[in-house]
């Protein structure tokens, strides 16, 4: 309220209690005047309370409201982030109530006493409230989700090389276990052999094969590996002099199954079983002899991968093998073989994937026999033998 009409308030409220004939006391006076400032203080403050109530209820309810998670989950991270939290909201100072403009009183007859016209005139408290910025300050609510981290695959499954935990909770996936695969294999020999044995000197052939053309009857007398088995005390001199026997080996066949075991990404074992036939032809004076070997072995080989791209792995190992003879013959004469056969071999290979789990592999190997068969094969005549396999294997 201006001077103008603080002056003029002033004025009417003295003529009307004048015209009343009233005179009100000192004590009268001040409680008409606080009256008129508890009234404006009063309305000032209800539309103060009006305007931040809303305020206080939007401060309150945003940072209680929990935010929805995404309706899909976040790829896994390896260290969440946690959420940025909101800059905390001062609220607004509460508007500052006018003081009342001091009452001046009358002389000792208790009347106003008429204000200076040198001084400044009282000013009254304006009436219109003081309205506070009602517009609040509303926090941002939406929660930081942070990036997720790339997930990690392994090698060769897919699946993490490292445990990573998972943002909504979910247990850490468990440890891969070891992978079997079963496998059939094929191989055979690279390289045919021939030899020509002095019968002389082996009398156990030139028995066999004198009772091939002779008497079956004697058959027998010829039960082992020693020499001069012939019957009727005949030796092989007399029978073939300066005779001899010209021998041509097939190649080796050889039929298997094995399963392997993954020890790692890298490193794997394999075991099986595997067959083996040996076949030659012996060419002699008294005619043709078939010779039929069959062997049934146990490997041991272990591997290393070297190379691992675009479905297609290189590999390379080393093993053993001992094998048994369970068969021998020698035209119509059944032999005997009963030594173990020991051998040793170097490999590599070269896998493709043809599916999620099957692989098509190819392995050159290189073989030393330490041991050697009664009977004359390519193993007797060269220990050391390079053959070719080749095989699917099928993972569990």
């Not at 100072?93 to 009342?100: G, K, R, V, Y």
């Not at 929660?143 to 909770?169: M, Q, R, T």
């Not at 032809?281 to 991968?305: N, W």
Request: hydrophobic letters at 40%.
């Amino acid at each position: 309220m201006k001077q103008g009409s603080n002056k003029d308030w002033t004025d009417a409220v003295r003529e009307k209690a004048l015209s009343d004939g009233t005179t009100p006391s000192t004590v009268s006076w001040e409680m008409v005047g606080r009256r008129v400032r508890r009234s404006a203080a009063i309305r000032r403050a209800a539309l103060a309370a009006a305007a931040a109530i809303p305020v206080l209820a939007l401060l309150l309810w945003a940072p209680w409201k929990t935010p929805s998670l995404p309706s899909s989950p976040v790829a896994q991270v390896s260290s969440p982030i946690p959420p940025t939290a909101p800059s905390p909201v001062i609220p607004a100072t509460p508007p500052a109530i006018p003081a009342a403009p001091p009452v001046i009183l009358s002389d000792s007859e208790g009347f106003p006493s008429s204000p200076d016209p040198q001084a400044d005139p009282p000013v009254a408290p304006d009436p219109s409230p003081v309205i506070p910025d009602a517009s609040p300050v509303i926090p941002d609510a939406s929660p930081v989700i942070p990036d997720a981290f790339p997930v990690i695959l392994s090698e060769s499954e897919g699946s993490p090389s490292s445990v990573i935990p998972d943002l909504i909770g979910n247990p850490p996936p468990s440890r891969q276990k070891p992978r079997l695969a079963l496998g059939l294999r094929a191989g055979a020999g690279t390289i045919r052999r021939a030899a020509n044995i002095a019968l002389e000197s082996a009398p156990y052939i030139a028995a066999l094969t004198y009772l091939n053309a002779t008497d079956a009857a004697s058959l027998p007398k010829v039960k082992s590996n020693t020499s001069n088995t012939l019957p009727y005390s005949v030796t092989a001199n007399d029978l073939y002099p300066d005779a001899g026997m010209h021998y041509s080996h097939d190649l080796p066949l050889t039929l298997g199954l094995s399963v392997r075991l993954d020890l790692s990404s890298r490193f794997g074992v394999e075991s099986g079983l595997e067959y083996t036939y040996l076949h030659s032809v012996g060419e002699s004076v008294s005619g043709r002899l078939d010779q039929r070997l069959h062997f049934i072995g146990i490997p041991l080989r272990a591997d290393t991968r070297l190379w691992t791209g675009k479905g297609f792995d290189l590999y390379m190992g080393a093993g053993v093998k001992m094998e048994k003879c369970v068969s021998a013959v020698l035209g119509r004469i059944a032999c005997e073989e009963p030594r173990l056969q020991w051998s040793a071999e170097a490999f590599g290979g070269i896998q493709y994937r043809l599916g999620d789990r099957t692989h098509l592999y190819f392995q050159p190997a290189l073989s030393y026999y330490f041991t050697k068969t009664d009977l004359p094969t390519c193993r007797t005549e060269h220990p050391l033998s390079v053959s070719l396999h080749a095989g699917l294997r099928f993972d569990l």
